[in-house]
């Protein structure tokens, strides 16, 4: 999705910057969990094959991304900014992994490939994704990533409160429910922000958090999360109603299939793309006080409305 | 297993002053899990229902007793040792309700009951036991547990050590596979070590770790936490042998039925319970210099030699 060529780049997107950016940073945090994650081999090889084969699956590493901007404003040494946002992509791996289970969406394709119950099976699909979230606690709490142990356990908490009940296992909950539910708007924004919102929330939240910066910047950066949150989930629904499996290398038209009611469903498209450039503007306005170190926070949401995949 | 009645402790076990302190303590971790587990009711009630279910199922607490008897030798909090024995059971749960999943052991019962999946559905086990996980690190990070954040982090980092894959998630990824290799006592122990022996490390080095002990206590800690964790699986391993589903709620004789290697397959029940016998001596010695305090985790290796169920 965000991996342009450079020929579109040219075309004038306007954000070539922006996708460089993107680029630098995906490669930064694969790098890291290369290292971090078990490596390959061993009696346990199947389920350390197996996490690796989902992560390292192309994807855009767009929550490491809004983690290390987000510390890049307060002057977070990227060595500890890039292990956060290693296990923050662990953690949405493992729920990827977990939600293509046949018990769950029953995904045959992620990214263009097998997902990990297909390429491997589905026992080892659950432990590779019990493994990623365990990872991701451990990668967290180690002192390599804080000096202070303060920090790290509050970066702890916040990453299983939004990993939980109350946040993305509480959403996706909602969701395998939702079909046979008539949810209007206000759930379908609750729905939201539980299953996607609160891992958005996490990452942008995590600079100021490992910064010590304080509570008002937690505040801010949190405002910002909810509103790039949605716009994203409004840029991923209208993709689900408009783009093709080809663009986007996994199922579309799913949740129409499902009779899942999304903000796209219930307002229509262009009220609904209305809607995500309002909440655009209002996420860069949140960042722009801090200047120049926010200017890919305040790219960001206006990119995912030009999103094909 | 471990609650007897009244009348068979007055024909003679020993072990009625270890009974009490079992029955006592497994009440007290009940009440904290009780009020740290997301309440029943609202939205994702679904899993948060399955939970509960999974975690309130009559289970022994044993590795929340190991865990509190070890706070007790350095005279920790028990409101403290109280939150990480909560989350170890959180975790020790979370494994259960995956580990009986259709696509590992396809086990429809559990302590008598109807495991989770079979009690709910399989996405909702799925996803209680990613919550149950993740609530365990969300209780050990939070300063209640402990006013030292350096502490918290600490017990993180080696509870997702205990729970990953060079732990329980690596012991069952080669427990799944077990099957199709011809494992010797050596692998054989290598496999229990990290299946079940790593989360009772967990609960045993807690105690100096809460207390700030210093790393000869929680070297001692471990070297009692090994043997202890042979001597339990020995016992587990004889029980699948010689009870019955009746006694133990759960089937039996699983594991000749699987093929699987286990040290009674390997050396012969005698054999076995000779080694059982001569690690809970062993065990106990470790922990004699503690003195009095110690005198449930002495006499717990023992009692587990009279397991019925």
């Given at each position: 999705?965000?991996q342009?060529?450079?020929h579109?780049?040219?075309?004038?997107?306007?954000?070539?910057?922006?996708e460089?950016?993107?680029?630098?940073?995906?490669k930064?945090?694969?790098?890291?969990?290369?290292?971090?994650?078990p490596p390959p081999?061993?009696l346990?090889?199947?389920?350390?094959d197996?996490m690796?084969?989902?992560?390292?699956?192309?994807?855009?590493?767009?929550?490491?991304?809004?983690?290390?901007?987000?510390?890049?404003?307060?002057?977070?040494?990227?060595?500890?900014?890039?292990?956060?946002?290693?296990?923050?992509?662990a953690?949405?791996?493992?729920?990827?992994v977990?939600?293509?289970?046949?018990?769950?969406?029953?995904?045959?394709?992620?990214?263009?490939?097998?997902?990990?119950?297909r390429?491997?099976?589905?026992?080892?699909?659950?432990?590779?994704g019990?493994?990623?979230?365990?990872?991701?606690?451990?990668?967290?709490?180690?002192?390599?990533?804080?000096?202070?142990?303060?920090?790290?356990?509050?970066?702890v908490?916040?990453?299983a409160?939004a990993?939980?009940?109350?946040?993305?296992i509480?959403?996706?909950?909602?969701?395998?429910?939702?079909?046979?539910?008539?949810?209007?708007?206000?759930?379908?924004?609750?729905?939201?922000?539980?299953?996607?919102?609160?891992?958005?929330?996490?990452c942008?939240?995590?600079?100021?958090?490992?910064?010590?910066?304080?509570?008002?910047?937690?505040e801010?950066?949190?405002?910002?999360?909810?509103?790039f949150?949605?716009v994203?989930?409004?840029?991923?629904?209208?993709?689900?109603?408009?783009?093709?499996?080809e663009?986007?290398?996994?199922?579309?038209?799913?949740?129409?299939?499902?009779?899942?009611?999304?903000?796209?469903?219930?307002?229509g498209?262009?009220?609904?793309?209305?809607?995500?450039?309002?909440?655009a503007?209002?996420?860069a306005?949140?960042?722009?006080?801090?200047?120049?170190?926010?200017?890919?926070?305040?790219?960001?949401?206006?990119?995912l409305?030009t999103?094909e995949a």
């Amino acid at each position: 999705m965000l991996q342009r060529s450079g020929h579109m780049n040219q075309t004038g997107t306007g954000f070539s910057e922006l996708e460089l950016a993107l680029q630098m940073g995906s490669k930064q945090v694969d790098a890291v969990l290369e290292r971090l994650l078990p490596p390959p081999g061993g009696l346990q090889c199947r389920v350390q094959d197996a996490m690796r084969y989902a992560i390292f699956a192309g994807g855009k590493r767009l929550r490491p991304f809004l983690l290390m901007q987000s510390a890049c404003l307060f002057g977070v040494a990227p060595v500890q900014a890039l292990r956060a946002a290693a296990a923050i992509e662990a953690v949405h791996t493992y729920s990827l992994v977990h939600d293509d289970l046949p018990c769950m969406d029953d995904d045959d394709l992620r990214r263009g490939r097998p997902t990990t119950h297909r390429a491997f099976d589905e026992a080892t699909a659950v432990l590779a994704g019990d493994a990623l979230l365990t990872i991701a606690f451990e990668i967290v709490a180690d002192p390599d990533t804080h000096p202070s142990g303060e920090v790290r356990a509050r970066l702890v908490a916040e990453l299983a409160r939004a990993s939980g009940t109350l946040g993305m296992i509480g959403g996706q909950t909602i969701d395998i429910e939702a079909p046979s539910h008539a949810f209007g708007a206000d759930e379908v924004i609750l729905l939201q922000r539980l299953k996607t919102g609160a891992l958005f929330e996490f990452c942008c939240v995590a600079g100021p958090i490992l910064a010590e910066a304080g509570g008002e910047h937690e505040e801010r950066l949190r405002a910002y999360a909810r509103a790039f949150g949605l716009v994203f989930q409004i840029t991923d629904d209208l993709l689900d109603v408009l783009s093709t499996a080809e663009k986007t290398g996994k199922a579309v038209g799913k949740d129409a299939k499902q009779g899942k009611a999304t903000l796209v469903s219930l307002v229509g498209i262009e009220a609904a793309r209305a809607r995500a450039e309002d909440l655009a503007v209002q996420a860069a306005e949140i960042v722009a006080p801090y200047g120049a170190p926010a200017n890919s926070l305040q790219a960001l949401p206006k990119y995912l409305l030009t999103r094909e995949a």
